[in-house]
């Protein structure tokens, strides 16, 4: 009996190949998977074993935000101001009672002299003195210029800037009543005469603030607050976990375990980015009810424009942490990187007012362009067809620091 010969279709083997190449892709993503996940476990074991820091991750944020939420403000009222009326007229009860029903201006002291001014000024009981001449109403009935005296306390420049501008507006809107009396006045006169009725030209102020028409300064605040919370968080609390295993002595035993830095990286980063993930969306809503704060864009936006900042925000935490050697060095250089952060990402001064040396590096600092797409987004409603040039440079950033903090870590362990 005779055997035909075996046949190899090249098709087949080709087939084949590439199923044993799909075969083993997918087992070694598994298993990455696998390692990953374990990684996972055990930090988040870690986290909640301290029950003291697990209760501080919770409670921590939602203090800072009832704190700073309620603390940053730029609002003046009820300024403290002490009045020195010379003239004891009716024009100077006027301005008095003018600055009195602005709401801005609350009277604690009526001085009889200018000198017993200063020791309100000196002891800070008083932001703001007024003071009126005596020849007040003479000059005012004369049409001559009659002069206020407005005292502020220039420590404080930003509320000395507001007081200023609220005093001037009063005493501007009390002239302004004196001038429409007049050309009443001139106009019924000439109506009764031969000659032809003066017609004097009336303004009326018709400006508004567009996105915040109260131009109330918690709308500007309060998400920059949302920003910084989370920023703190994921910085100070990703930068504490690769040097947490250098000062227990297992990080030499992570080493030589069969995975790689990057999932390492991911391992220790995952739990903490988790954490974040439940803070951004417990602080945001309670910010919006307890500040009564509008959100007038697109909520998925928002969230993954999040996801994207927490990435690199986390990045920059396990950069310190790489670079660090214990845990003190860590939380210390944490703080070295977020007050710059802050100081130099518009959340509380403008960077065009800034030198412009300083302007240059402030497109250093992801908080800024992320600053700029939250109160986009809660104050304007725009969207990524807007805010899209902000979100490049934090993705650029993100890459940066994930990939530094591998290079980093490689670096120490050897």
Not at 116 to 135: C, H
Not at 186 to 213: H, V, Y
Not at 256 to 284: M, N
Request: with cysteine.
């Amino acid at each position: 009996m005779t055997t035909s010969p075996i046949k190899t279709d090249s098709t087949t083997l080709i087939s084949n190949g590439k199923t044993v190449s799909m075969k083993l892709l997918t087992n070694g993503f598994h298993q990455k998977k696998q390692r990953i996940k374990r990684l996972v476990i055990k930090e988040f074991i870690q986290i909640a074993r301290n029950r003291q820091n697990f209760a501080l991750l919770l409670i921590a944020p939602l203090l800072q935000l009832i704190i700073f939420g309620s603390a940053s403000r730029l609002d003046v009222k009820d300024v403290r101001t002490v009045v020195v009326d010379l003239d004891q007229s009716a024009s100077s009860r006027q301005v008095i009672e003018s600055f009195k029903k602005s709401g801005y201006f609350r009277i604690i002291g009526t001085p009889e002299k200018y000198e017993d001014v200063d020791p309100y000024m000196l002891e800070t009981r008083a932001v703001m003195a007024l003071l009126i001449p005596p020849d007040f109403e003479r000059r005012v009935r004369a049409g001559s210029t009659a002069e206020i005296g407005v005292l502020i306390d220039g420590v404080d420049t930003i509320t000395a800037g507001t007081v200023s501008g609220y005093a001037q507006a009063i005493i501007n809107g009390f002239s302004n009543e004196i001038l429409v009396s007049r050309i009443n006045t001139m106009q019924g006169l000439l109506f009764d005469s031969t000659s032809p009725r003066l017609i004097t030209p009336q303004f009326k102020d018709a400006s508004r603030a567009w996105f915040n028409p109260n131009l109330n300064s918690k709308e500007f605040f309060v998400p920059g607050v949302v920003v910084l919370i989370i920023l703190a968080m994921s910085t100070v609390l990703t930068s504490a976990v690769i040097v947490r295993e250098k000062e227990i002595g297992t990080i030499e035993q992570l080493m030589v375990a069969p995975i790689s830095r990057l999932e390492l990286i991911l391992g220790k980063t995952i739990p903490c980015f988790l954490i974040e993930i439940v803070t951004l969306l417990v602080i945001t809503p309670l910010a919006l009810v307890m500040y009564d704060v509008p959100f007038r864009g697109s909520l998925i936006f928002f969230f993954a424009a999040s996801m994207l900042f927490l990435t690199t925000a986390s990045g920059i935490g396990m950069t310190i942490s790489a670079f660090c050697s214990t845990q003190q060095q860590a939380i210390l250089t944490s703080f070295m990187f977020l007050q710059p952060s802050v100081l130099l990402s518009g959340y509380a001064f403008p960077i065009e007012n800034m030198p412009w040396m300083i302007q240059y590096v402030t497109y250093l600092n992801p908080l800024r362009y992320f600053i700029t797409i939250v109160r986009g987004v809660f104050l304007k409603g725009v969207g990524p067809e807007v805010l899209w040039p902000q979100l490049i440079p934090i993705l650029i950033m993100a890459f940066f620091y994930i990939g530094l903090a591998a290079a980093l870590l490689k670096r120490r362990i050897d």
